[in-house]
């Protein structure tokens, strides 16, 4: 590869090479885009050269994918199923290599690479025996002799947008349902994952192309904004699914609603766990530090907040200050390693200007506080013991930092887990059912992920996955997540010889 290291020799296995064309359209392989160096964020090296999309390749894109779309949505949905099911197959036949990848490109640890690309194999299984259950309803007619039901049908094309941090766990949620929805599928990947862009994309247009299906059911495409707000402002698009910031979610909302398109947006999270004095402790400590430390906080659902009750506040403390020093940094690749790096060298100072600011306001460092020195991105994991009121815990600062508050009641708790911005995920440790059904219920957490007794992250994909307020509100993987990438008709049928009018209304 680049430098003809072993390490990268793998990457052959999956279809990548030192310089790769970025762009799948119209099932073919081309670039005209800007060439990219594609980096290590264990040492910055650069891994292989990929040439992104042009706006020319955008376009040529779009139309191979207006025709695919005609064909893609007249295949009965079991067999879009089988398809979707074929992806997987194909998808677990490389999974090693795959998750290898990732955590080469991301910077994750080694499991987690591949057990991200076990979530899109878990997506496509789920979607398979979707594809039997896009039901509609049939409703009673209050006219005689008159049927009514609800019949769904595909939007056509559904525009996917990911984010570095899970490169293609998010693609999975989207594109698996789409597809076996009867969409076809434009993703951009992260611009700086742009080696498991092509290599999921690789497997995904072989299965394509044995199936004798156009290839452009599936357009992926490597860039940066231009791509995006492409994306954004294509009204051949009637969904467009967001992953990333708040700020630039909202960009992509109102730019997509300006053309009464619908947007699916997975925005900022700012996650707090609860800890109740009847709490297991060691269950809970356990907990917190795979929430916080887990991708190096580079999750949407990393837990940021931990909120302790008083009672328990050191004992808590203690047992993850013990563990924080055991945490062994390095090579996400190798073995023991539990904090890989961060994913650009920019993240690793605004972790350091995000330090400063978090002392600025009165912020005592526990544990951790310092960028590791060396060529890689790597940080100290970091516990920081502050007031719930300072301005800094409202925000999102995307690193492994934990915000250690202090509470005397349930109450406090839950107002403390509802005072920012975001509402991604939260989670409680309790053994009182009381507690436990009122953190569920309507006077208690505010987020779309309410958990209880386990970690804010680590969501399995049966469940709907989103949040509320500056999260975004969008749901995708399980559930009826479905029903976003379908369009539903309420459908009237008579069929007798009358015309009984609704209401009881007589017209003439």
Known sequence: MGSASKEYEFLSEIGLSSHNLGNYVGGKWLGNGPVVSTLNPANNQPIAQVVEASLEDYEQGLKACEEAAKVWMQVPAPKRGDIVRQIGDALRSKLDFLGRLLSLEMGKILAEGIGEVQEVIDMCDFAVGLSRQLNGSVIPSERPNHMMLEMWNPLGIVGVITAFNFPCAVLGWNACIALVCGNCVVWKGAPTTPLITIAMTKLVAEVLEKNHLPGAIFTAMCGGAEIGEAIAKDTRIPLVSFTGSSKVGLTVQQTVSARSGKTLLELSGNNAIIVMDDADIQLAARSVLFAAVGTAGQRCTTCRRLLLHESVYDKVLEQLLTSYKQVKIGDPL?????????????????????????????????????????????????????????????????????????????????????????????????????????????????????????????AEIGGAFGGEKATGGGREAGSDSWKQYMRRSTCTINYGNELPLAQGINFG
Not at 336 to 361: A, C, D, M, R
Request: glycine share 12%; net charge neutral; hydrophobic share 35%.
């Open 334 to 458: 190798e073995k023991g390693t539990l904090l890989g790096p961060l994913h650009t060298p920019e993240s690793k100072k605004n972790f350091e200007k995000g330090i400063e600011v978090i002392k600025s306001q009165g912020g005592k460092v526990l544990t951790g506080g310092k960028a590791v020195e060396g060529e890689g991105n790597f940080v100290e994991p970091t516990i920081i013991e502050i007031s719930s009121d300072a301005a800094v815990v409202k925000e999102e600062l995307f690193a492994p930092v934990l915000y250690a508050l202090k509470f005397k009641s349930f109450k406090e708790a839950v107002a403390i887990n509802n005072s920012v911005p975001q509402g991604l995920s939260s989670s409680i440790f309790t053994r009182s059912p009381e507690n436990i059904f009122k953190w569920i219920g309507p006077m208690g957490s505010d987020c779309g992920i309410v958990n209880v007794n386990i970690p804010t992250n680590g």
